[in-house]
């Protein structure tokens, strides 16, 4: 074997070096005094760090800097403006470029500006109007006791021909240009000034079509122009009326042709100025009638032309055969290249009485794919993984079955195990495709007492020694962050409780004789949990979970219960009917809904990472600290006596 290598380590017990204006000093500054911070620090190995730049006034983050790069283990200088406030700034190191894994090393530094304050100036930016045809503003003005204050740029309205490209300090546009809007930092009266940009023209050109009526009767336009700034436009034929006994052939180049180029009435491209002529042709006692066949975005088709001869109206042909490209089928035939049906099938006879060109239509064939999960061991206990669906078209839509819900469910393109057996998990398109894969699931079915849930098992599983059970009919939301809240629980938390039933309103007003939201059922070690999922709130379960805990820590420590102590009932004297907006409810029952009440706030704020306090009933409440700190100190004493 080799040797391993060391990890490497940024060392940050090596004081930096701090420059304050290029002298080191004390931090403490006039008010208005600009100071430079720089740094360095002591690496092993060669492994890269990242840092960021930060500034606090009275704990609360004013500033952040980009993810930056230390080069030589050096972090570059950072300028800041001392006011009167206590100010503290933090450089933070991390171990990867994006600053997303703060290593548990940085540094502090503290700087405050003295008490004396610093005379306010007024800096004013001035703005030209140049060539602009007018401006926002003139002029703008702010106060400051610093050395610098920002202006807002105001707007610009160009000359026709012109569009705006900002402001700039030179009438060349040189250096930095603000847009109309950019607030801009000066440090004196500045003059700025519009920066336009012609806007360039695009030459026109004309091209026309002259019609010469040739041996017709008349024609319906002798021109046709139309105007483009490409190489090319587009423009109609007219109609051509033939004399008594011929008929209209269409339009050709050459004067004599027998057979037409175009077709009357048909939109032809053209690059230059071009004459066509009218052709007609004698009629025949026959005629021959032909369907003119495009592939269009076919692979093939059998043949380019069908026609049939006849002295009659009428005649009839038979359409040719079509092959689509690989993962397209045939649609058949239509006068529309564009369209997605067909006017006619493959080998259809169809009657025409004039020539006529058809398209071959063909459209991609749908198509759904699916993750297959058929290769994961899946057991028992709450096992998901997500679907990953892909259907062409992108416009269909499509559903995910299950063929055995004991064994699996869906639910937003997520696959969950409820019990042991077999399943065929199945997905269908709006078009028609299917595809599926087979899942078994092995272990132990974690479903052993679920004679309480009358309407079946939706879901199950075990985390640690806590049974989870739900119904059906509650909805996958719940079942979803009911699972996450559980999962996330400390196990020694979790262990107050052995089994919670999750059930509709009617199982649950049976199993507990209550029209409640959530019950606990006490008995020391083992406490059993019961929710209400048609609740609208997912905060049931936190609160219940103090109930357990508070019984739980009664049974473990041969003492009385958490809500039973006396700094608690102060606490709960004081707050109850108190008022106090900072509370979910300030109106308790009694005490133990009180603890159970602080132990749902300490949970959704610093234990669940799903469903936190700003997802919950408690979002936007901060509450007391003399609360906050109680709940902490019987937690820690809780997880003490806890195996």
């Known amino acids: 074997m080799g040797k391993e290598k060391k990890q490497k380590k940024i060392d940050t017990n090596i004081a930096p070096t701090i420059s304050v204006n290029n002298k080191t000093t004390d931090l403490t500054q006039n008010i208005g005094t600009e100071v430079n911070f720089e740094a360095k620090f002591k690496i092993h190995g060669d492994i890269d760090y990242y840092y960021k730049w930060m500034t606090y006034k009275n704990g609360i983050k004013q500033t952040e800097s980009v993810c930056t790069k230390m080069i030589n283990n050096y972090i570059d200088k950072t300028t800041m403006i001392i006011d009167s406030e206590l100010n503290v700034g933090k450089w933070v190191i991390y171990s990867d470029q994006n600053c997303?894994?703060?290593t548990k090393e940085y540094l502090t530094l503290t700087y405050e500006g003295k008490t004396e304050s610093s005379s306010k100036k007024t800096l004013t930016a001035t703005f030209s109007n140049g060539n602009a045809n007018s401006i926002g503003s003139t002029s703008e003005s702010c106060e400051t006791i610093f050395l610098t204050c920002s202006v807002r740029a105001p707007s610009i309205t160009p000359p026709?021909?012109?569009?705006?490209?900002?402001?700039s300090e030179n009438p060349n546009g040189t250096g930095i240009i603000f847009k109309p809007g950019d607030d801009i930092l000066i440090n004196g009266n500045n003059t700025y000034y519009p920066i336009l940009k012609k806007i360039a023209s695009k030459t026109q050109k004309k091209y026309t079509v002259t019609f010469n009526k040739n041996n017709a009767q008349s024609i319906e336009k002798t021109k046709i122009s139309c105007v483009t700034t490409t190489n090319q436009c587009s423009v109609k034929l007219p109609n051509i009326i033939a004399p008594k006994g011929y008929e209209v052939i269409?339009?050709?180049?050459?004067?004599?042709d027998d057979n037409a180029e175009y077709d009357v009435n048909q939109s032809i491209n053209i690059s230059s100025n071009k004459t066509l002529y009218a052709i007609i042709k004698k009629i025949d006692s026959t005629k021959e009638f032909i369907v003119t066949l495009n592939k269009n975005n076919a692979q093939s088709i059998e043949k380019t032309k069908v026609s049939c001869v006849t002295s009659n109206a009428s005649c009839e042909v038979t359409l040719p055969s079509i092959v689509a490209k690989n993962g397209y089928e045939v649609i058949g035939w239509s006068d529309n290249p564009q369209s997605q049906n067909a006017t006619y099938k493959?080998?259809?006879?169809?009657?025409i009485t004039q020539n006529k060109i058809l398209y071959a239509i063909t459209k991609e064939k749908p198509k759904i794919t699916m993750t297959d999960y058929s290769k994961i061991d899946w057991k028992t206990g709450g096992y998901s993984a997500f679907l990953n669906i892909e259907v062409?078209?992108?416009?269909?839509?499509?559903?995910v079955t299950s063929s055995n819900e004991n064994v699996m469910v869906i639910y937003n393109d997520k696959i969950y195990t409820v019990g042991s057996g077999t399943a065929t998990i199945t997905a269908t398109s709006s078009s028609g495709a299917t595809t599926s894969f087979d899942v078994r699931v092995t272990g132990p079915d974690p479903t052993t007492n679920t004679s309480?849930?009358?309407?079946?098992?939706?879901?199950?599983?075990i985390y640690g020694n806590t049974k989870v059970y739900i119904e059906k009919g509650c909805s996958f939301s719940f079942a979803e962050t009911l699972q996450n809240d559980v999962k996330e629980t400390p196990a020694k938390l979790r262990d107050a409780t052995r089994a919670i039933y999750a059930m509709t309103t009617s199982s649950y007003n049976e199993a507990t004789g209550t029209s409640s939201v959530g019950l606990t059922y006490a008995n020391g070690i083992t406490n059993v949990i019961h929710i209400n999922c048609d609740y609208k709130s997912n905060d049931v379960y936190g609160h219940e979970l103090g109930h357990a805990v508070d019984y739980r820590y009664a049974k473990l420590s041969g003492a009385s219960n958490f809500s039973s102590n006396p700094n608690l009932i102060t606490l709960y004297n004081k707050y109850n009917n108190s008022g106090n907006n900072n509370l979910r409810t300030d109106k308790f029952s009694n005490s133990r809904e009180f603890f159970a009440d602080i132990f749902n706030y300490n949970f959704r704020t610093n234990i669940a990472k799903t469903t936190k306090k700003e997802n919950s009933e408690y979002k936007g409440l901060t509450y007391p600290s003399d609360i906050t700190n109680i709940i902490e100190t019987f937690i820690n004493e809780y997880n003490s006596l806890a195996k």
Do not use: C
């Open 100 to 102: 997303t894994n703060q």
């Open 160 to 167: 026709s021909g012109y569009e705006v490209e900002g402001w």
């Open 250 to 256: 269409g339009w050709s180049s050459k004067k004599n």
């Open 346 to 351: 493959v080998n259809q006879t169809i009657t």
């Open 392 to 399: 062409k078209p992108a416009t269909d839509t499509y559903t």
């Open 452 to 461: 309480k849930l009358k309407k079946g098992v939706l879901m199950s599983f």
